[in-house]
């Protein structure tokens, strides 16, 4: 079964570093491109970005490609966020999600984050 | 950016009966292999969101078949015949034709 697990959320001040972690299980981590997703508090979603099988290769929105960077750790099945120089508008659900047989095929049960002073 | 645009906001089903949302994209979302890049999530309530719909019509794996996708190359439409109360949620259409991938902003799903 796969599963998806993330971690790292919580309350930050603006300006501040986070980063979130996923831990994947139920599958060949290696095998299969990653991504993250966040959800705003009005249920907006958006896309964050996306990183290749073997950690090769990144792919992000370009609103955010200079303050958050996406990684991989394939001997550890985790993928990570980290997210830089935050701002109130960061406030979200971040869910790590699996590109298994299609786009956000299997998604995590999301990480609260909340940028607040 | 590609647009998503769905509507309604919100819509209201008697169960038993069929309910449809619209979704819209501001560019084509046909590929030249003939692929049309719309995907359905729902997001049942307290829970992550979930893959219904891919390539416009196709079903996700352990999907009712009382969902279904239907669409031209800038209008879909996701369509839940004989809603039942499990179907209750947000619906969100995606693309994934042209980075960044974008979402529209939901239609909510509830119960009469």
């Known amino acids: 079964e796969v599963q998806l697990v993330e971690s790292g959320g919580g309350l930050v001040k603006p300006g501040a570093s986070l980063k979130l972690s996923c831990v994947a299980s139920g599958f060949t981590f290696s095998d299969y491109w990653m991504s993250w997703v966040r959800q705003t508090p009005g249920k907006t979603m958006e896309w964050i970005g996306d990183i290749k099988y073997d950690g090769s290769y990144t792919n992000y929105a370009p609103s955010l490609k200079n303050r958050f960077t996406i990684s991989r750790d394939n001997a550890k099945s985790t993928l990570y966020l980290q997210m830089s120089n935050v701002r109130s508008e960061d406030t979200a659900t971040y869910y790590c999600?699996?590109?298994?047989?299609?786009?956000?095929?299997?998604w995590g049960q999301g990480v609260m984050v909340t940028v607040s002073s | 950016d590609i647009v998503m645009t769905q509507a309604p906001l919100s819509v209201s089903v008697t169960p038993g009966e069929s309910a449809s949302i619209s979704c819209r994209s501001s560019k084509s979302l046909l590929h030249s292999n003939g692929i049309t890049y719309v995907y359905w999530y729902l997001q049942k309530p307290g829970k992550s969101p979930q893959l219904l719909i891919y390539r416009m019509s196709n079903l996700a794996s352990g999907v009712p078949d009382r969902f279904s996708g239907s669409g031209s190359e800038t209008d879909f439409t996701l369509k839940i015949s004989r809603v039942e109360a499990e179907d209750v949620g947000i619906y969100y259409c995606?693309?994934?034709?042209?980075?960044?991938?974008?979402f529209g902003g939901g239609t909510k799903l509830e119960l009469k």
């Open positions: 999600t699996l590109y298994y047989g299609s786009p956000f095929d299997y």
């Open positions: 995606g693309q994934l034709l042209e980075n960044p991938w974008t």
